[in-house]
Every structure is written in C-alpha cells, then in structure tokens.
C-alpha cells in the first residue's frame, strides 16, 4: 500500500508517495493551535504535561521551555536573572545562553561537563555564540577561538587546528564551522557524507552559514547560492533544485524535509510537512522568513519584524508554551531541540537620552535579512565608534571638520564589505546634525533617514 504525503514548495503544498509506514502525524499549526495559556513572566511558571515538568518563564530578555527534570530550565533562568542574553543553545537536557558581556551561562544534565567544562573554558574570553551536539557543546569568542567541552571536545578542537573560526552549527553526532576565510570545516559523523560532502561542495566558494542537519548539510555561499552535502537523498537535491538560480538567505534540515529562505522572504521546502506545517501554513499565508534552524525534530523560524514560528513532531508540548510566550514580542534569536526550547527577546530601543550639541542617536538595521548581523563603522581622526545591526540606538559624536569615514563589516565573517565617508554638518543655531549629501560618498547599499531631534537610522541593503 503507498500513502501521499504533503510537501510544501514555495509555500504551496504538493503531493508526492511514500510508504504507508511513513505516518503524517497531526502538528500544532499557527494561529490554529488551542494554546496551554501560559505566559512569559519573570520568574519560573510550571506545569505539567504527562511525566514532565516543565517550565516556562522569562528572565530579562531570556524565554524558555521545556523539560525540567535536570533544571535546565529553571537552572538557566537563575543564572540570567538581571542579564541580557545575546544567544541560545537548546540541548536535550542542558542548556546554555551567552549574556551581552560575552559570559557562557549553563543548565541541566552535566555528566560529560559539557556544561562545567564549556564555562570554565571561556572564563577570559568574549564568548558570541553557543553551540552543542548530543554530549558535546561549543562557544565562539570574539577573536574567533573555538572552544569545546563534553564527549566530544577533542576531537572538534582537532579538526578546527587552531584556525580562526566566524560560525558554528551543531547537527545529529556531528558539527560544522565556518571560518573567517568562508571554509567549512567539521568533526564527528560523516557516515553521510555531512561533513565531507559539504565541504567538497564549498572547494574554491566563499560561505557564509552553514547549517547541519541529521544526515545531511546545507550552507550558503556569499554569492546566496545553497550548497547541499550529495544528492541522493531526494530532500537536498529537490531543494538544491527549486532554489538554482535564486538568492537564498538561509536554510535549514531535519533529516526529512530541506527549509531555504529567499533572499526576497519567500520560504521553499522539500520533503515531509508534518514538523514544519506551522512554518509553511505561515509562509503559504504569506508571511516573510528571513531565518531558519532545526535541531532533532523542533523547528523555528523568523520573520523580518522578529516574529518567532515554530514547529515540532507530534507531542512536543513546549513548541506551544513557546509561542505562547514569545507572541506579541520581537525575537531576536532562538534555539529548540526535542525537549527544551529557548528565545531571546529583542530589548526595545529606549532611546539615547539626552544628547550633547554634535552628538546623534544612531540605529543600524540590515536588509532584506535583519539577522544578518552587520557593524558599521565610523572612524574620524583618532577616534572610531561602531554601531551593530539590531542593536538599540547608541549616541555618536559627530565633527564637521573632516570627513567621517565608514566601513559596512558583515560579523560572521568580519569581512569589509563596503566603504565610504560621510561629511556631518552642524547648524549652531537650531543644534541640528545633518549629513552633505554633495560632499558625502555613503558606501554603496547605505541609506539614512533623519528625524527629529538628530535622530539617524542607517539602512544597510544587502
């Protein structure tokens, strides 16, 4: 007996066979799910669901969900109690999050160390970002140092050999870096061809993201080409064709369906629907998706405002209480695996206060892509500020003597990749800051608008 299964292309569903063994399971679907009514609040909120705690709370600018049974809930949401989280690592039973100072936080199950071993690890360092992979958990500093910790560490560190690395993606027994060259490296599985296949497929490219799956990779070259690990499982070379020729921000697999988002927010999926339908439902309807991730069956996504959809196979009860505390709320970067799920709340921007004459507030926003983080810089004289995209806006001193210098760097892989100047003018009557458009050569791709109370917001166009 064959059985039909749904696959979502460009947000659409098609049908395709596949063996009656291959259930499509009934998911929660956005905007249809009867929600557990339970509410982000500072604090831990428990409840209940089957065997499990679980808890769901807040903490500053930190969701999280899930499984309880080794705290790494409400572990984690103590020790970010009063601090700003940057970013998340969700695993099966620990958790880990990375505060605006650059210090690694971890919760929950701890036998290998994979969570004692990667704090004491970063202790001296700036820590950007978190990863982890069954027993095995990284962090990024900012000078590029990977650093490892758990069952696995040794062998990530010997892969890496030193080499400065800009991103790092945790798969199923397997992980990949990017580094700041744009070279895929990895260690563990490759029984798939995961970490051999990729990187052939990146010989003589520059990437940019790299994602891993289950048994299989995907990455993204600087030039919004999707890059697949081999094509004979139908998912990568089905996505790997709907998407030739067209620009992919990002992308994402599950060892049974294949996500890319275009560079234009259009969502292209290949495979089974059955753990993403809430995400494609949301693109079918005509939501944008700028960024993806999966890891061990729960998926989520971004919309360019910074709204969180997200997805899970049947009975993963945190995807819900997930939703339910990120709803109505800008999401800056999430993290969700089969039994715990973590969000980072965008603070809001509260301005910069009162500014003295010359200064301005300044905001810097990329697109079509807000999470491709980029940091413009501006450099006059001896002195040189920097402005991060998605960051809250931030009080600059402007001179109207000379001319301010300013550099567009992308952040994953601290590439310049556009310069220019700008010459600020100052009116000592009125106090207003404004930029010569005659005199200014703005790199390329940047725009600005000014407001009221010499309010600048920076657009940096991709």
């Known amino acids: 007996m064959r059985r039909r299964r749904r696959v979502g292309v460009f947000g659409q569903f098609s049908t395709e066979s596949r063996d009656s063994h291959s259930r499509v399971d009934t998911v929660s679907v956005i905007g249809m799910t009867v929600r557990h009514g339970v509410a982000g609040v500072k604090g831990a909120g428990f409840m209940s669901l089957g065997n499990d705690a679980v808890a769901v709370a807040t903490s500053g600018s930190l969701v999280a969900v899930g499984d309880d049974r080794f705290q790494q809930v409400s572990g984690l949401l103590e020790a970010a109690e009063g601090k700003v989280i940057t970013a998340v690592a969700a695993g099966s039973s620990f958790a880990l999050a990375v505060t605006a100072q650059g210090t690694v936080l971890g919760a929950g199950k701890d036998t290998d160390h994979q969570v004692s071993g990667l704090i004491e690890a970063a202790k001296g360092h700036h820590v950007t970002a978190v990863a982890v992979d069954g027993k095995t958990s990284v962090a990024l500093t900012d000078d590029g140092t990977l650093l490892a910790a758990g069952a696995g560490a040794d062998r990530v560190l010997?892969?890496?050999?030193?080499?400065?690395?800009?991103?790092?993606?945790?798969?199923?027994?397997?992980?990949?870096?990017?580094?700041?060259?744009?070279?895929?490296?990895?260690?563990?599985?490759?029984?798939?061809?995961?970490?051999?296949?990729?990187?052939?497929?990146?010989?003589?490219?520059?990437?940019?993201?790299?994602?891993?799956?289950?048994?299989?990779?995907?990455?993204?070259?600087?030039?919004?080409?999707?890059?697949?690990?081999?094509?004979?499982?139908?998912?990568?070379?089905?996505?790997?064709?709907?998407?030739?020729?067209?620009?992919?921000?990002?992308?994402?697999?599950?060892?049974?369906?294949?996500?890319?988002?275009?560079?234009?927010?259009?969502?292209?999926?290949?495979?089974?629907?059955?753990?993403?339908?809430?995400?494609?439902?949301?693109?079918?309807g005509g939501t944008k998706i700028t960024r993806l991730a999966s890891n061990t069956g729960a998926t989520w996504a971004l919309t360019p405002e910074g709204t969180l959809l997200a997805a899970g196979r049947d009975g993963y009860e945190h995807i819900p209480a997930l939703l339910d505390a990120t709803a109505g709320r800008q999401?800056?970067?999430?993290?969700?695996?089969?039994?715990?799920?973590?969000?980072?709340?965008?603070?809001?921007?509260?301005?910069?206060?009162?500014?003295?004459?010359?200064?301005?507030?300044?905001?810097?926003?990329?697109?079509?892509?807000?999470?491709?983080?980029?940091?413009?810089?501006?450099?006059?004289?001896?002195?040189?500020?920097?402005?991060?995209?998605?960051?809250?806006?931030?009080?600059?001193?402007?001179?109207?003597?000379?001319?301010?210098?300013?550099?567009?760097?992308?952040?994953?892989?601290?590439?310049?990749?556009?310069?220019?100047?700008?010459?600020?003018?100052?009116?000592?009557?009125?106090?207003?800051?404004?930029?010569?458009?005659?005199?200014?050569?703005?790199?390329?791709?940047?725009?600005?608008?000014?407001?009221?109370?010499?309010?600048?917001?920076?657009?940096?166009?991709?």
């Open 158 to 284: 010997e892969a890496i050999g030193g080499e400065r690395i800009a991103a790092v993606s945790g798969g199923a027994g397997f992980f990949l870096a990017l580094t700041r060259a744009g070279a895929i490296l990895g260690a563990g599985n490759d029984g798939s061809q995961q970490i051999s296949g990729i990187r052939a497929a990146a010989q003589g490219k520059r990437v940019t993201s790299v994602a891993a799956g289950v048994n299989e990779s995907l990455a993204v070259t600087d030039e919004k080409t999707l890059l697949i690990s081999w094509d004979l499982p139908p998912i990568l070379a089905q996505i790997a064709a709907l998407t030739a020729g067209r620009r992919v921000a990002d992308a994402c697999s599950g060892g049974d369906f294949a996500l890319a988002a275009l560079d234009d927010g259009t969502l292209i999926a290949t495979g089974r629907d059955d753990g993403v339908r809430a995400i494609l439902t949301a693109a079918a």
């Open 331 to 462: 999401v800056s970067t999430a993290s969700a695996s089969g039994y715990l799920a973590l969000a980072v709340i965008r603070e809001p921007d509260r301005g910069c206060g009162p500014l003295e004459p010359g200064q301005i507030c300044a905001s810097f926003t990329v697109a079509p892509d807000p999470h491709d983080v980029h940091v413009l810089s501006f450099k006059v004289g001896g002195d040189h500020r920097e402005l991060t995209s998605g960051a809250p806006c931030a009080a600059l001193d402007t001179r109207d003597t000379e001319a301010t210098h300013l550099i567009v760097r992308r952040a994953s892989t601290s590439q310049d990749v556009a310069t220019g100047s700008a010459y600020f003018t100052h009116d000592s009557a009125t106090g207003t800051v404004d930029i010569d458009p005659d005199k200014s050569q703005l790199p390329h791709g940047l725009t600005h608008r000014r407001t009221d109370g010499n309010r600048f917001a920076f657009t940096w166009t991709t």
